[in-house]
């Protein structure tokens, strides 16, 4: 497992004095840093914060195993039905390992097809239905809580589509619930039914689940090792224990990331993957970021309305859409580029003359040549520019980097919440939109909900 994080166009020997920062910043700030990790890492060992554990939990994860294996050749479709960290993880580890959807290889009983219904898009959903056949499509419906609206209605509609092809007793063994064990409306409906379950532990937040098996279950059915991705996991997770930031790449990045933020005023961050297998990932972090450090409160109770605004943007495919506005428009920014250092393939290029300018010089190099290349020029364009960026390199996209990878992401937003002394792992903010929803749709217990959005609704006919 071979990751590095290098933070060389963070410096103000880079970027200049106003938009970088200084070794010595730096070097001063590491009993902050080394604070945030003992701070973190008693709350994890105290059972607070369950994800560094999950790669460790070989019992659940050998049992998530057996099942595929079980299940392998009898089914050419797994329909995740989930929204938020119940299905981005899923997409991260499909588009990681597979590959994105228009170019996966044929789907076969070994490697079914994941079909994700995160949306309550209803023409998405039929369309998405009509795609797949109830007699080899297995269900696994996924709901840390059990009662997100969207996965619900979601659900209730993809269990009538199976009970009617299929019939009740057989659909029942084509669902699977993933969600917290004894608790909940899946639950109880998934005992009362005989759906089998695969249980979140407790103390795993939505966002942190993709190596619990929210994540690991739809992956295991696809064809993903999921013993490789908690092996990557498992040494990063070791790695992200050690109080030398040098070794901690984690802690580096949250230690980079919180002092060019606050002390710099680069409030978006750009998560910028130079590879089409990365993508799911990046809006897997978009989400882990945002809800994790976008808060109002800080621990003492103080308002803070802090938060990093994260961007997903494709390299290079962005450098002909953004790339503009990050050079020139506001400099608000910090650039994470992601990189790879061996594709699966060099994407050689035929060696031919023309005699043109632009043809004989890409003629017999290579794709990999060519990504490589336009993601450092766009780093050193943006230095010129005085717009600070750094860069995180993955030996290649396999099972083994991606555990390695999404563990290391998850600590440095864990070190961030600690840095920025917030609670990363609730998400507060998300739940009066979910309350007025449930008003809306009429849901018993919520009428308070629903009287406020009419008195929100009178005040705009007003207007
Ligand atoms: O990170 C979180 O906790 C949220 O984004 C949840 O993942 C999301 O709201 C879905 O929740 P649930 O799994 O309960 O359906």
């Given at each position: 497992m071979n990751i590095h994080f290098d933070e060389k166009n963070l410096l103000a020997d880079m970027v200049g004095k106003a938009n970088g920062l200084s070794r010595s910043e730096i070097e001063r700030s590491q009993g902050k840093a080394l604070k945030a990790?003992?701070?973190f890492r008693r709350q994890s060992d105290e059972g607070r914060y369950g994800f560094p554990h999950l790669p460790f939990q070989t019992g659940a994860i050998q049992a998530i195993g057996r099942y595929a294996d079980e299940a392998r050749g009898s089914f050419d479709t797994v329909c995740v039905v989930g929204i938020g960290g119940s299905a981005l993880g899923a997409w991260a580890l499909d588009c990681g390992v597979r590959g994105p959807h228009p170019v996966q290889g044929a789907f076969t009983t070994e490697h079914p097809r994941l079909v994700i219904l995160d949306n309550v898009d209803p023409s998405f959903t039929e369309a998405?239905?009509?795609?797949?056949?109830?007699?080899?499509?297995?269900?696994?419906v996924i709901a840390k809580s059990g009662g997100t609206a969207e996965t619900v209605a979601t659900f209730l509609i993809v269990r009538d589509w199976l009970e009617q092809a299929i019939g009740r007793p057989k659909a029942a063994r084509q669902i699977l619930a993933v969600t917290t064990e004894g608790k909940g409306d899946l639950f109880a409906l998934s005992q009362?039914?005989?759906?089998?379950?695969f249980g979140i532990p407790e103390n795993v937040g939505g966002r942190f689940s993709v190596l619990s098996p929210a994540g690991l279950l739809p992956a295991a059915l696809i064809g993903i090792d999921i013993r490789k991705l908690a092996r990557g996991a498992r040494r990063m997770t070791h790695l992200c224990w050690q109080p030398d930031a040098g070794e901690n790449i984690a802690l580096r990045m949250a230690l980079c990331h919180w002092l060019i933020w606050t002390r710099k005023a680069k409030s978006i961050q750009v998560a910028?993957?130079?590879?089409?297998?990365?993508?799911?990932?990046?809006?897997?972090?978009?989400?882990?970021w945002a809800e994790s450090l976008g808060k109002a409160r800080n621990r003492a109770g103080e308002e803070v309305h802090t938060g990093q605004t994260p961007v997903a943007a494709l390299g290079t495919t962005d450098q002909h859409s953004q790339v503009q506005l990050y050079i020139e428009g506001p400099n608000d920014k910090v650039f994470t580029f992601w990189a790879v250092a061996k594709f699966s393939s060099a994407g050689k290029i035929p060696k031919r003359r023309f005699n043109l300018?632009?043809?004989?010089?890409?003629?017999?190099r290579s794709l990999a040549e060519l990504i490589d290349a336009e993601r450092r020029a766009t780093a050193a364009a943006l230095v010129e520019n005085g717009r600070p960026n750094c860069t995180i390199t993955l030996d290649r996209v396999d099972e083994e980097h991606l555990g390695a990878f999404l563990q290391m992401m998850e600590f440095q937003t864990a070190f961030m919440g600690?840095?920025?002394?917030i609670d990363a792992f609730d998400q507060e903010g998300v739940e009066l939109g979910k309350r007025f929803t449930y008003g809306l749709m009429g849901r018993a217990g919520f009428e308070k909900y629903r009287r406020q959005f009419t008195a929100y609704e009178k005040k705009r006919k007003a207007l």
């Open positions: 990790l003992k701070s998405a239905l009509a795609s797949m056949d109830p007699r080899r499509t297995l269900v696994a009362a039914e005989g759906y089998r379950v910028f993957p130079y590879s089409n297998h990365l993508w799911g990932t990046a809006f897997w972090f978009r989400q882990l300018g632009a043809f004989d010089a890409l003629a017999g600690e840095l920025l002394d």
